[in-house]
Each structure stands twice: as C-alpha cells, then as structure tokens.
C-alpha cells in the first residue's frame, strides 16, 4: 500500500508547501487564511490535491484556535496518514500533535514541522500579562514540538472499572437520565456516585425509581444522601470519599459524555503517567442528547495547566470534567469550597500543576456541557472568586512580582464593566423609582448592577436579590440573596434581569404580582 502524505499549513506558505510537495508522492494539503478558514488556491497546482474540511459545527472561544483545534478533530476522525508536516506558524500543529502524543489511533503519524515562527515575542511583550491572544500563540508555538517519549516503566491500562463519576444532584431530575445514559455507554463495571444535595421528597422519591431502570443495570450507582445543602464542590468532595476505587471522574447531573470518553481519559492518563486528564468540551442548548458529530455549540479548548502566565487571565488549564487518581485528589484536599461559588476546578488543576503534578489534555470534545438559566457559570462572583485563584500564585512567584495576579484580574474586571449600560438602566428605572425593586442575578453582571443601583439610594429601593444559588450566595453587597421560590414580591413590584441570556425563561416564572421587568441588553 502507498504510503500517503498530508501537508498543513496557511494560504500564504503556498509557495513553500508547492516546493516541499514536488519532492513528495501522493502529496494532498490543507490550507487555512487568517481567520483559521479553509482556503483553497484558484488554479490547479501539480500534482496536489487540495483537501477541504467542514467547519460550520463550532463557534470557539479563542478564535485563534479555530484552526488548530479544528484541524486535530478532522485528523483524529480521518487518522489514515502516514506522515504530516505542520506549519510553525501560530501553533497550527500544536493539537493534532497533543492528539499524536495521547490518543492510539494517532500514535502511528510521522510528524514533521516546517515554515518559521511568527514573530509573536515583539508583540506579546508590548502588552504582557493582559493580551490573552498574544500569551496564548506564544506558548502554542513555543511547546507544539514537544517529542514524544516512551515511559520505560508505563503503567498498567486503566480498566473501566478502576473508575467512580461523581455526580452532585440537586433537584433537577429531568436531565439526570440522560447524563446516566450517557456514563452507561462506557462500559460495563463503571461505578457512579450520585451525592443527593438536599434534594426535595419529591425529587429524591423520583431519583430512588429511575435508579430502578433497567438501562443503568450495567452501572453500579450508589446514592450519598446529604438533608443538609453541601453546594457542588462539597458534594464532589463528598462523593470521592466514598469510593474505593483509584481513579475519580466529576460530572455534572446535566452534562452528557461521549461514548468513547473514560476510555480515552483512562488510556492517556496511563500512557502519559498523567495525574490528571482533562478534555475539551462544547456547550450545547436543548433537553436531549446532543448528535456530537452534527449538533452545534461553541467548543472550549484547554491548552495547557504549564501556561501559568495564561491561566491568570483564563481557565487554560481544565474543566470540571475530568479524570483524577484518586491519591492525587485527596492529597490536594479535593476541591476549594470557599464562600463564593465557581471555578473549583480551575484553582483544583493549577494547585495541582504548581506542585509539580502532570496534566494531560485530550483536545477533543469528550463532553458536551448542557447551556441552562441556571448553569452555575453564570451565577458565580468571578472577582471574589479569582481572588482565591490569586493566593495559589503567591506561592509560586519571587516577592517583585506578589502583586502581579491582584493586578491583572483587577484591571481585567474593570475593563469588562458597561457604563453606558448601567446609565440606560438608570433611564429605565426613573418612572417606577417609587416601586419596590428586585434583582434577578447575583452573577458579575448583577453586582455591576448593584454597585451602579447603591449611587442611586433612597431614591431606589432595593428589596433582595434573586438568584439559584442562594444556599451558596447568602449576601451581596449587604442585600440578601434569595430563589425565587422563597421571594415574597411586593405589589407592583419591578425586577431588574441581570442576565444576558434566558431572559425569557426566566420572566415567564415571574409571578403576577411584577408589574415591570427590565432587561439589559448586550
């Protein structure tokens, strides 16, 4: 059989990858434009067959990784080349070569680079520690080459079995069927650990019968019953005490895995002799099982838990979701549970990575995360938040720079702000000043809007703030935080919905007692 040869690069290598190819048989090429596009010259070139790849499944979060990350899903569906040459240029390899280093199917690629480096260092200096574009190509282009090695002493292949999910419950019963659905499917002997949060009678009662369904027969469930309201890092917590076996996988009650996922996390957390595997995941919207070849979502790509200059300006190193030894998680006293709710699992993975533990990544969507009102994602006080991500820096960095992760995420947090926004509400708000007011969020928009409101006392009357999360956010800014199930509202009452997204849904729970909802637009 002839061996068949890939070449990948940018629109304006052509020249270089034309004269590469006359020196190659059965030369096909992939070629992407600056806005990591699929490009395809005009007029035939000899003896090169120019490949095309779908690409309207995924928005990104970084659209610089629009190429790189695209590219290794196509390779990792279409593994059948012998040899690849990848681009320098921007990182274009850096994940088909992660792929090459943890996953089998890719492991048989002879992987060459050409072309040079782009000159990143220049532009990434002029704005050190706050250009999150510039810190990002930097390390991709720095670490993409990064040879593969061979454990002399490689570890036993991890068995299904070896493995607990944990999964915190809290009274959403509709989706959990789905996510056990999705654990069933790999393979048989998985234990699941389901850590019921304070749950209602009516929900655990629910829970106890599906638990009979015979779909989840090849799942060994266990139930951890808590009255008490743990919040989700208490319950993971929780759960992973309670398992026996070595190795720990966190899944949300709503969030669905790919077939394939524990199998590949296991695989690549013992060939690379990982302490942590993490994967790439898609945030998807509806109540089904989402189609992960067809359906739509924006994909979450995490480069590296090294890149410590990224991580202060973004989670770059890991998502809930993803595969623990058992030993490593408990000697890093599991997960953070701090007054404010959100990122756990980034602060978990850094601590980890700056202790010297290895983390892997498999740059694939392995999990799709179910886009809801009431994610917690939106609900968490990011600033408070990042300041506990801050305190793991001190540990790391010499005394000149201690201050260095308070002012990046301060400067960060402030160019986020809206003024215009928050003067329009003050608009809107002007005829119903006299009406008791209720604020529907207790996120970083909500505080924004707070803090904006408070210019505005005794004018304004603030009564609480409305959010899901209230057993976790108890008080903001001196205003007490409730659900809307507990809020009593006042008559003619007017709720301000600081929410960019679901605003819909979430005034169609409005009781008839609101006179007036404000929402705030993009």
């Known amino acids: 059989m002839k061996k068949s040869t890939l070449i990948v690069g940018w629109k304006q290598e052509l020249e270089q990858i034309e004269s590469m190819a006359s020196s190659l048989e059965r030369v096909q090429v992939i070629l992407f434009d600056d806005n990591g596009l699929v490009w395809v010259p005009s007029q035939k070139v000899n003896d090169i067959e120019f490949l095309t790849i779908e690409q309207g499944q995924f928005t990104h979060r970084d659209s610089s990784l629009k190429a790189p990350s695209e590219l290794a899903l196509w390779l990792y569906e279409k593994p059948s080349f012998d040899t690849i040459y990848f681009s320098r240029y921007a990182g274009l390899g850096y994940f088909a070569n992660v792929l090459h280093r943890t996953v089998e199917r890719c492991m048989h690629w002879n992987v060459h680079w050409f072309g040079c480096k782009s000159v990143q260092q220049e532009y990434t200096d002029a704005k050190r520690f706050l250009d999150k574009e510039g810190l990002l190509l930097r390390h991709l282009e720095k670490h993409q080459e990064i040879e593969k090695t061979h454990l002399k002493n490689e570890r036993a292949r991890i068995d299904i079995n070896d493995v607990s999910v944990i999964i915190p419950f809290h009274n959403r019963i509709d989706y959990l069927p789905l996510t056990l659905t999705s ?38 469930i266990k139930v951890i019953d808590s009255m008490i309201p743990l919040g989700a890092s208490n319950a993971r917590n929780k759960g992973a005490a309670s398992t026996n076996r070595g190795y720990l996988f966190f899944l949300d009650d709503d969030d669905i895995l790919a077939p394939s996922a524990l199998r590949l996390c296991c695989d690549a957390l ?115 938040s990042r300041q506990q991500l801050c305190t793991l820096y001190e540990k790391v960095l010499p005394e000149p720079l201690a201050a260095l992760p308070e002012f990046v995420t301060s400067t960060q947090h402030m160019q986020k702000k809206s003024f215009d926004e928050m003067a329009m509400l003050g608009w809107e708000l002007y005829p119903y000043r006299e009406c008791p007011v209720y604020i529907y969020g207790g996120g970083e928009l909500g505080r924004n809007v707070l803090t904006f409101l408070k210019k505005l006392e005794p004018s304004i009357n603030i009564e609480f703030v409305i959010d899901r999360n209230a057993a976790f956010i108890k008080e903001i800014m001196g205003y007490k935080v409730v659900t809307l199930d507990e809020c009593v509202f006042k008559e003619n ?30």
């Open 183 to 220: 654990a069933a499917q790999q393979g048989v002997g998985l234990e699941v650990v389901i850590v019921n949060d304070a749950s209602s009678p009516v929900e655990r009662k629910k829970l106890a019968e599906l638990l009979e369904d015979p779909r989840f027969s090849n799942l060994d």
């Open 270 to 384: 013992s060939r690379e002799n990982a302490d942590v595997v993490t994967v790439a995941f898609s945030f998807f919207e509806g109540d089904g099982i989402p189609d992960f070849t067809n359906d739509k979502g924006m994909l979450i790509q995490f480069h590296s838990a090294k890149d410590w200059s990224s991580a202060l300006l973004y989670n770059c190193v890991g998502g809930i979701s993803a595969l623990y030894r058992k030993a490593t998680f408990e000697q890093a006293n599991g997960f953070q549970c701090g007054e404010f709710a959100g990122e756990e699992d980034w602060q978990l993975i850094l601590k980890l990575s700056f202790a010297g533990k290895n983390i892997a990544n498999i740059p694939l969507p392995l999990l799709w995360y179910r886009n809801t009102p009431f994610s917690l994602s939106k609900k968490m006080l990011r600033y408070e």
């Open 493 to 522: 009452a007017t709720v301000v919905i600081a929410s960019l997204s679901f605003v819909d849904e979430i005034a169609a729970q409005l009781p008839p007692s609101v006179s007036h909802v404000i929402n705030l637009k993009k």
